[in-house]
């Protein structure tokens, strides 16, 4: 499967940012949104399994929103942003991955991902 991301910019904190990853089939794909900010390491945001499941990191979690439309788009709504929220997003599948979702290596595929860059 191929991943197209979009939706980065640049915002000041408090604003609010949509992200879409199109995938070129959905089929039993889990998708999940990963992001990597300058000298840091992966790290996970959110993920919606393909059961249905969702799943949100701590830091994220009352903020950010992924959902998932029967058009193959995964989208992360994300409110109220702050400026450890810059970095690279990144979308990823793999298909029916249930568990282990917050690991970076458990996904398969990735798009080639989306700036988001917050100031204060």
């Known amino acids: 499967v191929q991943l197209q991301a979009s939706g980065g910019g640049v915002v000041q904190a408090g604003d609010s940012l949509r992200l879409s990853c199109a995938a070129s089939?959905?089929?039993?794909?889990?998708m999940g949104w990963f992001r990597q900010a300058p000298g840091k390491e992966r790290e996970f945001v959110a993920a919606?399994?393909?059961?249905?499941?969702i799943y949100y990191a701590d830091s994220v979690k009352g903020r950010f929103t992924i959902s998932r439309d029967a058009n193959k788009l995964v989208y992360l709504q994300m409110n109220n942003l702050k400026p450890d929220d810059t970095a690279v997003y990144y979308c990823?599948?793999?298909?029916?991955?249930?568990?282990?979702?917050?690991?970076?290596?458990?996904?398969?595929?990735w798009g080639q991902g989306t700036l988001v860059t917050v100031s204060s």
């Open positions: 990823a599948a793999q298909l029916q991955r249930e568990t282990s979702v917050m690991v970076a290596s458990a996904w398969g595929y």
């Open positions: 089939r959905r089929s039993a794909y889990s």
């Open positions: 919606v399994t393909y059961s249905g499941n």
